[in-house]
């Protein structure tokens, strides 16, 4: 239930930090594990630029066509050049077709290279998870001063637009419901002050929300077992259902519980359940 960061930001109060890129850059850096680092993706200008690579590799694979279907009907040196890379390098040392063919070669090395890199390096940037709501939040509190001000100017003004369009650097799972729950309504509680963003220690957060948790199961257990043992044997079942139905809805809701989690952990709630109605000797329906 605890989130994987050190820190979360509740708020920012640019005041006074510096108007500049090293002023951003320290917003960045004063998050101890740099969970705040949102950058901009540029989708649209990367897939741009591998739609150009993919182009030009087109192009230069119709040549390389062109010149596999001279070889077939071409001289000796043509067919020495198709089957020997030593010959090639030999004949493409005197001007002439061969020099252009390895130099069309070199190209298509070249931009290939390039291609694969920009198809890789754009897999991974997809894979950077979108910014948590709450670090989404404080930085463009921060960022924006005041009312059409903005911590960079021209260019860099509309980095936050769109939304659609940024990441994380920081891969992490957000907070689930209910720390997100105690983040939103009791976050001034975990506060501490850094230069002049206000920091909640992601640590002390998840050891409240521990505690709840740890306290709400208990309760869940303790009066499922507390009703089963003064009430009658024939409502047995309808409580059963009842503390079942409640376990997995908190689990479900209220934590960042898998659906095998949840199964599991509703699994083990309903047999302690069970067996407890066993060992008083009371049976779920009437005799």
């Not at 509740?10 to 108007?19: D, F, G, I, R």
């Not at 390098?89 to 920009?118: F, S, V, W």
């Amino acid at each position: 239930m605890s989130t994987s960061s050190n820190s979360i930001e509740l708020a920012s109060k640019p005041n006074h930090l510096q108007s500049s890129f090293a002023g951003v850059a320290g917003f960045f850096a004063i998050d101890g594990d740099h969970s705040s680092t949102v950058f901009r993706r540029f989708d649209k200008l990367a897939l741009q630029n591998l739609l150009y690579l993919q182009a030009k590799l087109a192009g230069l694979e119709e040549q390389q066509k062109r010149y596999d279907e001279e070889d077939v009907t071409g001289d000796m040196e043509a067919k020495q050049a198709a089957t020997s890379w030593i010959d090639l390098e030999r004949l493409a040392k005197n001007p002439g077709r061969y020099a252009d063919r390895m130099k069309h070669l070199q190209e298509i090395q070249e931009a290939l290279r390039n291609y694969q890199e920009a198809l890789l390096l754009h897999s991974g940037v997809l894979a950077l998870p979108d910014p948590p709501k709450t670090t989404l939040s404080a930085f463009k509190h921060f960022f924006h001063q005041e009312e059409g001000v903005t911590r960079l100017r021209k260019e860099s003004s509309t980095i936050l637009d769109d939304e659609r369009d940024l990441a994380s650097l920081r891969v992490s799972s957000g907070p689930d419901s209910l720390t997100a729950f105690v983040l939103n309504h009791m976050g001034w509680l975990f506060a501490t002050r850094s230069g002049e963003v206000d920091l909640v220690k992601a640590k002390t957060l998840a050891r409240f929300v521990n505690i709840v948790s740890t306290i709400i199961a208990a309760m869940l257990l303790i009066g499922a077992v507390t009703t089963l043992n003064f009430a009658e044997a024939p409502y047995h079942l309808i409580i059963l259902a009842v503390y079942a139905a409640a376990f997995a809805a908190f689990v479900a809701l209220m934590t960042g519980a898998s659906k095998a989690e949840v199964f599991s952990a509703s699994c083990a709630y309903m047999a302690v359940l069970v067996v407890f109605v066993g060992s008083t000797g009371n049976c779920c329906l009437p005799t």
